[in-house]
């Protein structure tokens, strides 16, 4: 079956460091991944897609790297913030108009 | 900036009543959705709209469950009989094309539904 895995432990970092969140996938070929924000009891905000013909794509602090081989992406904040504190969401196409998400990595960046 | 708002924001409602969810989305978007969000759970897709027919459902999107846009803003979800176990935050989201087009969805705030 399709599975998407990310670390269900909180990620706790300093202010100032970079936070890597990974995402793991299972029985997709997925022509692109998503990357969504989730602060506690709001929606999910898109932050960032990346095609499969793209390595890696960036857009301000945020880095995502995106690897079809390990079936794996890579999601990195630099120079993280406490308002960075949240959990991440990795999402993929599950269908024409379906996205799947991963049940999400909490960040938690202390000052 | 364009947002998806939905109502209510949060709604209590007893075992075996029915409820309607409402949304209204990005209004230049053609595929709308819903998803639902149990406590401390993933968030998980219920059903997509297009061309005001359902393009795809879920598992959980049995016969309780149905969407309708009743005008040219509105997209609801109607839960028939609702059971303790369909308590969770239900999300429109919208966006310009499907999950394998620009893919980008747009979520609402939330309706949170809590069934006693």
């Known amino acids: 079956s399709q599975k998407i895995e990310q670390n269900s432990e909180a990620l706790n970092i300093q202010e100032g460091k970079t936070a890597t969140l990974t995402c793991n996938y299972t029985n997709y070929s997925p022509a692109y991944l998503q990357w969504y924000r989730q602060d506690p009891g709001r929606g999910p905000v898109f932050l960032l897609l990346?095609?499969?013909?793209?390595k890696e794509k960036r857009k301000e602090r945020l880095k995502v790297t995106f690897d079809t081989t390990l079936k794996q992406s890579l999601f990195h904040i630099t120079a993280s913030q406490p308002a960075d504190s949240a959990t991440y969401l990795c999402a993929l196409a599950s269908g024409y108009s379906t996205l799947t998400f991963g049940k999400g990595t909490m960040l938690l960046v202390s000052p | 900036e364009p947002e998806v708002t939905q109502t209510p924001s949060h709604q209590v409602t007893q075992m075996g009543q029915e409820v309607i969810l409402r949304c209204v989305p990005i209004?230049?978007?053609?595929?709308f959705y819903w998803y639902r969000q149990i406590l401390g759970q993933k968030v998980e897709f219920l059903v997509s709209f297009y061309n005001n027919e359902i393009s795809e459902k879920s598992e959980i999107f049995d016969d309780q469950f149905s969407v309708e846009r009743p005008d040219g803003s509105n997209f609801t979800l109607k839960i028939r009989s609702t059971k303790l176990e369909d308590s969770a935050m239900y999300f429109c989201?919208?966006?310009?094309?499907?999950?394998?087009?620009?893919?980008?969805?747009?979520f609402g705030e939330g309706s949170r539904l809590t069934v006693l």
């Open positions: 990346i095609r499969e013909n793209e």
């Open positions: 209004s230049n978007h053609l595929y």
């Open positions: 989201a919208s966006s310009e094309g499907g999950a394998v087009g620009t893919g980008e969805l747009f």
